[in-house]
C-alpha cells in the first residue's frame, strides 16, 4: 500500500513542471537542511518511545488511541530505524544509524524489565 507521500514522487518525480526552476542543494542552506534531518530522527525516535510506551499498556486514553491509529495506518513508523533511507539522513548529519538503534534496543530493554518488575 502507497502512502501519499510516495503516490506523489511516483507521479511528479521526474515530471518537468514549466517554469520551475530548480537549484543545485549547494546554493541551499545546507545547516537548514541538517536541522531539518536531525528533526526527523528525533521525531522519528519519540515516535518509536511511544509507541513502545503503548505496546506495554492494556488501558489507553481516547487521545492515545487516536495518536496510535494515525502513526500505523501506513505501517509500522519502527520499520523507518531499518530502511536506508534512515541510513542516509543519519550519514548526511553525521551520526551513526547503528548507535541509535542499540540505544533504542536498551531502552526497550529497560522497560520490559520495568514491566516484568
Given at each position: 500500500m502507497a502512502?501519499?507521500?510516495q503516490e506523489f514522487f511516483e507521479l511528479y518525480s521526474d515530471v518537468e513542471i514549466p517554469g520551475r526552476v530548480t537549484e543545485s542543494i549547494e546554493q541551499h542552506d545546507v545547516e537548514s537542511c541538517r536541522q531539518m534531518y536531525?528533526?526527523?530522527?528525533?521525531l522519528a525516535v519519540n515516535d518509536y518511545r511511544f509507541l513502545q510506551r503503548m505496546a506495554g499498556q492494556e488501558r489507553k486514553s481516547r487521545y492515545d488511541r487516536k495518536k496510535l491509529r494515525q502513526m500505523t495506518e501506513d505501517g509500522d513508523p519502527r520499520e523507518f530505524f531499518e530502511s536506508s533511507w534512515f541510513e542516509e539522513v543519519?550519514?548526511?548529519v553525521g551520526?551513526?544509524?547503528q548507535l541509535i538503534r542499540e540505544n533504542l534496543e536498551n531502552e526497550d530493554a529497560a522497560l520490559a524489565r520495568e514491566l516484568v518488575a
Open positions: 502512502t501519499a507521500t536531525l528533526s526527523i530522527i528525533e543519519c550519514n548526511y551520526v551513526t544509524p
